[in-house]
């Protein structure tokens, strides 16, 4: 996927990453955007479970694996001894879409917002030692921040935001 058009989410566990984005998801749509999503898990998980024949395919040691039906499709790519792809390499795998929301990759350089919950707020907020974060969705006021702060539910204000960052334009107009 070429000059793709990112953004990202980011913030600690608990913070309403998750649900910041698929809201985000459903306003572009919504705004008629092609949009896609990459989700960073710092965790073992798995999309395939036993009992399923693609979980037995993987057992049995293949590498990659489709999953075809009529109404979505899938490929599962074990990493066995190789290292986590970067992010680069995870876009250019996607197909063409308006814009990418990705969740997670806090060290990227992408331009972000960061989601901070009074009550779940353990860790140092990111804003303070990291520039690609542009702004704030919380649910309190953060005093000794500059940055644009938004509700956490001000969803269209913050794909707005996204929209004048990107430069994104028209959804009905291709390039």
């Not at 990112?6 to 008629?32: D, P, V, Y």
């Not at 197909?95 to 972000?112: A, F, N, Q, R, T």
Request: hydrophobic residues 35%; proline residues 3%; contains cysteine.
């Amino acid at each position: 996927m070429s000059e793709a058009k990112i953004f990202g989410i980011t913030g600690w566990k608990n913070s309403g990453k998750t649900t910041m984005t698929c809201a985000l998801i459903e306003e572009f749509n919504r705004r008629g955007y092609a949009v896609s999503s990459i989700k960073h898990a710092h965790h073992n998980f798995d999309i395939d479970h036993e009992g399923t024949d693609s979980h037995s395919h993987r057992v049995a040691g293949a590498g990659e694996i489709a999953i075809v039906s009529a109404k979505r499709w899938a490929i599962m790519h074990e990493l066995k001894d190789e290292s986590e792809p970067g992010l680069a390499e995870v876009l250019a795998k996607l197909s063409p879409c308006d814009i990418v929301l990705i969740e997670g990759y806090k060290g990227e350089s992408h331009p972000k917002i960061e989601t901070i919950r009074a009550e779940f707020q353990r860790e140092k907020a990111i804003w303070q030692n990291d520039d690609t974060i542009i702004a704030i969705a919380t649910d309190s006021d953060i005093v000794d921040c500059q940055l644009p702060q938004f509700s956490l539910e001000a969803t269209k204000e913050i794909a707005d935001l996204i929209t004048d960052t990107l430069k994104l334009g028209n959804p009905n107009v291709r390039n």
